[in-house]
Structures are given as structure tokens and as C-alpha cells.
């Protein structure tokens, strides 16, 4: 069946089109989206505004796009996970609750606040300019114009007032702080009996037909099985290998170094001292008559012979960042200072001094220092650049086109890579020892998931057929077929008995330990004031003494009302523990300061209430979700 699809795949083209263009008549381009679900599927809804699949999945590239950003060398794989994505669909659910209750609130930020906290906020410190302006520079490195970071940042201020308030008025009764802490840091002293599998090794002496049971458990089956896997070539086209392949002329280099001689000259930079009297553009007219008067007198002194324009920055600039450095600004170009400040420089030359140049700060008088750049740089000193760029921007376009060819040759002539190796030329990459999942040490297009599962879908490994086109992102596509498939099978028993034994032993050692825990905990529970063979400790949350956590859990949390008590703990495969407690102590000083405690125990309060509270607008603007249970479970908890 599938035979006959590939063989017909253009005349199944054209029937489809007959079949799906009267229903974009019929029913419009809209509602045919509707009927094929896709990406514009809802997969939540939050205040009855939908969040669809195409959404969600953005979202989570964004996720990792800013993982990936952050530490370079991490394998992103780990990151491409269920869990991973029900994080970023509940990011998304909290963006719409949220934007909801700043509607619901009318909650806005004003000009004034937004200004006050750009100015002052350290975490914002490295896009302001000395001056107090935005530093153009700093926003282009983050992608940002000035309008587009005062509306994130007005965006932020707003939304923080939704949780704000109740976060930071938190305050968690000393009582419940005092029980808390006392729970989280108290001491016991505990006595302890260990029974271990390993000193029962020797006393387990497993039967062939108890071996043999073990082997035929089907339970059991995964552990003595020799994994699938496949020998496999693939082709990887790429755009730096159509970028390779390219040849640009020499007058064509030439064209473009001439068209584009504004790219190729170095930026005029001025390097300029200032003293500034501050006077803000909301001051009265009279305190900025006065700031200019003052700023006039000072042009008078800069401007006399033997003045030190250094000097008199210092005693009298309002500016503290560059006061202390006798006014100086170092270099800076087009664009970085506010528009007055910037024409005045950019109009003088070096060692020549302004008039008082007004500016929303106030009165500035701007001697310049030093001038450079505004060099033309010579076709050779760039050809190379030129070069690169022409060719990746030929790249992309025959890549596009190839990528069109390449993606109908490997469908059409499925049963080999080596038609489409050759037009393209492209060299058959092979690989032995495929498995079917994702193992640490695979490399290029085999470390990628969406790779994997075309490799061994059904058809693929019955037919051995090339898989379609798979784009696995910067410009690359990769097709890969199976050469050699080994199924996964069941080792001979002879093979792995030794395997068999050594699993059977230890089973059957650990039953035995739990059983002699067992039984010395039922004549502990007769005479409880009979000593273990362990010496006495005191144990606690910050000093766990080395003890398993399912032991130091059942500890601390057994009942504390007749003492001493004794408990066994089942540790499963690793044995069985007897627990005699002794008694209840203090908390423990190597928890903290009391009052570092109580602000965490605090802290911790203040966020259970804003869980609390942004549960309570889930429910009040209507959370719902579309998607499967697993990501459904993240996404509702609060």
C-alpha cells in the first residue's frame, strides 16, 4: 500500500487539490483552518481568550533559545522534555491571568514612576549613560528601542502590582513560625540497628530453577535483552555547504563595496568634557534662569586664558559621574547622548569649547578634547567581509530552492541516497549502532530526537526507505534510511547467568535482611529500652549523619509522645533499618540564627499566600486546558 502512495505521489497531489479547493470556497480559508486543527488548535483558555498549540510551541523554543543563550555547551536535548513543555504552557497560562486581572484592576504605571525606577534601579544601571540617559547602544545589544524597553518596562511594573502587594505585606503569625521551625530544625537522639543485603550475600545460595524462573519472569525480560538497533546512512544539506559551492565576481564585490560605502567608514566619534548645572525640564522658570545664569558665568571663567576647564568641572558639575574625572566623557558617537548635547559636540573641533547648550537636564558647556574616526576603509582591507556577506546572502536563496528539490528527490526515489548525494553533492554520512532513543555520545543530526523517530517509524524500518525531509533548524535538512536492522532480542540464558545469579542473590539477600529486621523489631517493641548495636546520635534536617533519607524522614516525623519508641524502616532492595528513639532535643545550631529562620519560614509564607492567591484567579478567570493529562498536571498547579 504504501508502494502504490509513493509511485502516484503527484497524481495524489492533484486529487487532493480537486478535493480541498471547493472547500475553501465553500467554507472560506478560515474555517478550513478550523476543520484542520493544527497549530491554530486551543490548547487553554484563559478569561475566554484562547491559547493556541503554535503559541505554546514558541514558547517553548524561546525556553530553550534562552538556555541555549546562557550556557552555550548544554545540550538542549535535556530541555526538550514533557516537563519542559508543560512549563511553558503553564508560563503562557500565568502571562493571561495575569494580563486578566490588570484589566479587571485597571492597574497602570505612570511616566513619572517609570522614569523614577529607570533612574534609580541598580538592575538597569548598564543602559543608562552617565548623564542619566538611555544609552542607545546598551538597548540595540538587547534588541530594544527606547519606546519598546519604557512599554516592557511599564508592561512589568504593572503586572508586579497584581502579586506585589500581597508578597511583600506577608506576615507569618510567631506562632505558626515558632512550630514550623521547631518541625523543620529539632533534634532527636536516635539509636540505630542496620540490616544490609551485602552481609547476607553469602547465606543466599539460589536454585537452577529459581535462576531460571527469574530469567522466564517476563517482568524481568528488559534487563537480559541485547537493545534494537540499525546501521544507517544520512545526508545532511545545509547552507554552508551551498554557501562553500558559491563563486561571486569580482566586479559584483566592487559594486557593492561602492553602493555601500557608509558600511565601510569608520564612525566619527568626539571625545568631550562637560559641566553640567542641573536644572530638570519640570523646574520653575525661575531655578533654571538661575542654573543658566550660573552656567553662563562659568563659560566665562572656561574661557579665559590659563583656565583649567578640569578644575572647574570638578567644583562645579552636577554631573557626579563624570565630575570626579574633571568632566570627561570619553568617546562617544552619534546617537549615544541626548539630541542638544550631541549637535553642539558633533559641531565643534578638538579643543574648541560651546556655548551653554540647553537640555532636559539643564545647562551643559561642552569642551571637546579629541576626534576620530570618519576613515574610509579600502576595498581590499574589506573584500574578504564583502565577500562572506554576498555569498550568504546567495546562500539563502539557493537554499531555499534546493531545499525544495531535495526534500521531493529523497521522496521520490526512496530507495537509495545516492541519487540525491550526487546532484547535490553531498557526502553519505554512515553510522553503525543506532538504538532507537537518544544516547549521550551521539553527535550531528543522530543526537536529534524528530532524526530517530523517522528512523525506526514502522515503514521506515520494514522498507528500509529514506525518511522525508526532516528539518532539524539553522538551515539544515536531513534524510537518513536504514541499512542493517537488528531487533531487540532475548540474550540465551547461558549468556547472562551470571547476570541472573547476581540479581537473584541480591533479591533474595534483601528478603532476607528485611525479614531479621523485621523480627528484631517486633522483640525491640516487647522491651523497648533494650540498646541496638549502633551508639547513640543526635540527628536533625541540617546534620543528617550520613543516614538515608527514607530513614531520617521516618525519624523525625515518628510520634514523639512515649519514649523511648521504636520503628523499622524498609528500605526495599538496600535492606531494612530499626530506629529506637531516644529523645526529643532543641533545635539544632547548625540550622542558623533564629531570626534568619523566621525570615526564610517568612518568606516562604508570603509565597504560599501568592500561590494561594493566583490559584483563586485561575478559578476566577476561567482556566481551562486542551492538552493531555501529563502536561495538564503542570499547568493547573498553582
Excluded: C
Aim: aromatic share 8%; hydrophobic share 40%; net charge neutral.
Amino acid at each position: 500500500m504504501f508502494d502504490f502512495f509513493r509511485r502516484h505521489t503527484r497524481v495524489l497531489q492533484f486529487a487532493l487539490v480537486l478535493l480541498i479547493f471547493p472547500s475553501f470556497v465553500f467554507f472560506g480559508i478560515q474555517g478550513y483552518s478550523r476543520f484542520a486543527g493544527g497549530e491554530n488548535t486551543k490548547v487553554a483558555t484563559v478569561a475566554g481568550q484562547g491559547i493556541t498549540q503554535a503559541e505554546w510551541d514558541a514558547t517553548h523554543r524561546e525556553q530553550i533559545e534562552r538556555v541555549r543563550r546562557q550556557m552555550p555547551d548544554v545540550d538542549t536535548r535535556l530541555f526538550d522534555t514533557p516537563q519542559m513543555k508543560a512549563q511553558a504552557l503553564e508560563s503562557l497560562v500565568r502571562d493571561r491571568v495575569i494580563q486578566a486581572a490588570v484589566r479587571a484592576a485597571n492597574l497602570y504605571t505612570s511616566d513619572e514612576r517609570l522614569l523614577r525606577i529607570f533612574s534609580t534601579e541598580p538592575e538597569l544601571a548598564f543602559l543608562r549613560n552617565p548623564d542619566g540617559s538611555v544609552n542607545p547602544n546598551a538597548l540595540a545589544a538587547q534588541g530594544m528601542s527606547s519606546e519598546q524597553l519604557a512599554e516592557r518596562l511599564r508592561q512589568d511594573l504593572t503586572r508586579k502590582q497584581v502579586l506585589a502587594g500581597l508578597s511583600s505585606s506577608a506576615f507569618a503569625p510567631a506562632a505558626a513560625t515558632a512550630s514550623a521551625l521547631d518541625a523543620m530544625f529539632q533534634q532527636r537522639e536516635v539509636q540505630l540497628q542496620r540490616f544490609d543485603p551485602k552481609d547476607y550475600l553469602a547465606k543466599v545460595n539460589p536454585s537452577d530453577a529459581e535462576l531460571e524462573a527469574y530469567y522466564k519472569n517476563p517482568a524481568n525480560a528488559a534487563q537480559f535483552q541485547a537493545a534494537e538497533k540499525a546501521s544507517v546512512e544520512y545526508l545532511v544539506l545545509d547552507i554552508e555547504g551551498v554557501k562553500k559551492g558559491l563563486n561571486v565576481p569580482e566586479e559584483e564585490l566592487r559594486s557593492y563595496y561602492n553602493e555601500n560605502t557608509a558600511r565601510f567608514t569608520t564612525p566619527e566619534e568626539r571625545r568631550a568634557s562637560h559641566i553640567l548645572i542641573k536644572a530638570e525640564k519640570s523646574a520653575s522658570a525661575e531655578i533654571r534662569a538661575k542654573a543658566k545664569a550660573k552656567a553662563e558665568s562659568l563659560l566665562e571663567e572656561a574661557t579665559k586664558k590659563g583656565a583649567s576647564f578640569a578644575e572647574l568641572a570638578r567644583k562645579n558639575s552636577d554631573d557626579p559621574g563624570s565630575a570626579e574625572r574633571g568632566g570627561d566623557l570619553d568617546f562617544f558617537a552619534r546617537g549615544n547622548m541626548v539630541k542638544p548635547f550631541e549637535d553642539a559636540a558633533f559641531a565643534l573641533k578638538a579643543g574648541e569649547t560651546s556655548g551653554v547648550v540647553e537640555s532636559d537636564f539643564g545647562y551643559h558647556i561642552i569642551r571637546v578634547t579629541a576626534v576620530r574616526g570618519g576613515e574610509k576603509k579600502s576595498f581590499e582591507a574589506v573584500r574578504a567581509e564583502i565577500e562572506d556577506e554576498r555569498k550568504k546572502q546567495l546562500a539563502q536563496k539557493e537554499f531555499a530552492e534546493k531545499a525544495v528539490a531535495f526534500s521531493n528527490m529523497v521522496e521520490d526515489q526512496s530507495d537509495s541516497l545516492a541519487p540525491a548525494a550526487q546532484k547535490f553533492k553531498l557526502e553519505v554520512h554512515k553510522a553503525k549502532d543506532v538504538t532507537r532513543s537518544l544516547t549521550p555520545d551521539a553527535k550531528g543530526p543522530l543526537a536529534q530526537a524528530k532524526v530517530l523517530e523517522a528512523l525506526f517509524a514502522t515503514d521506515s524500518v520494514k522498507s528500509k526507505r529514506n525518511t522525508l525531509a526532516i528539518d532539524i533548524g539553522a538551515n539544515q535538512l536531513v534524510s537518513a534510511r536504514i541499512v542493517e536492522h537488528t531487533p531487540a532480542r532475548q540474550l540465551p540464558f547461558a549468556e547472562v547467568l551470571a547476570a541472573v545469579r547476581a540479581q537473584v542473590k541480591g533479591t533474595q539477600a534483601a528478603e532476607m535482611a528485611r525479614k531479621e529486621g523485621a523480627a528484631r523489631l517486633a522483640a525491640l517493641q516487647a522491651a523497648p529500652h533494650t540498646a541496638l548495636s549502633e551508639p547513640v546520635q543526635a540527628v536533625s534536617r541540617a546534620q543528617a549523619r550520613n543516614l538515608p533519607r527514607p530513614v531520617l524522614d521516618a525519624v523525625l516525623k515518628a510520634p514523639v509522645t512515649a519514649l523511648p519508641s521504636v520503628l523499622g524502616i524498609d528500605l526495599k532492595d538496600e535492606g531494612y533499618t530499626v530506629a529506637r528513639l531516644i529523645k526529643v532535643l532543641g533545635r539544632d545550631p547548625a540550622a542558623g540564627a533564629p531570626a534568619q529562620g523566621q525570615q526564610q519560614f517568612t518568606q516562604a509564607w508570603a509565597d504560599a499566600e501568592s500561590q494561594a492567591y493566583y490559584a483563586a484567579l485561575k478559578h476566577r478567570f476561567k482556566v481551562e486546558l486542551s492538552v493531555p493529562a501529563s502536561a495538564a498536571a503542570s499547568a493547573n498547579a498553582p
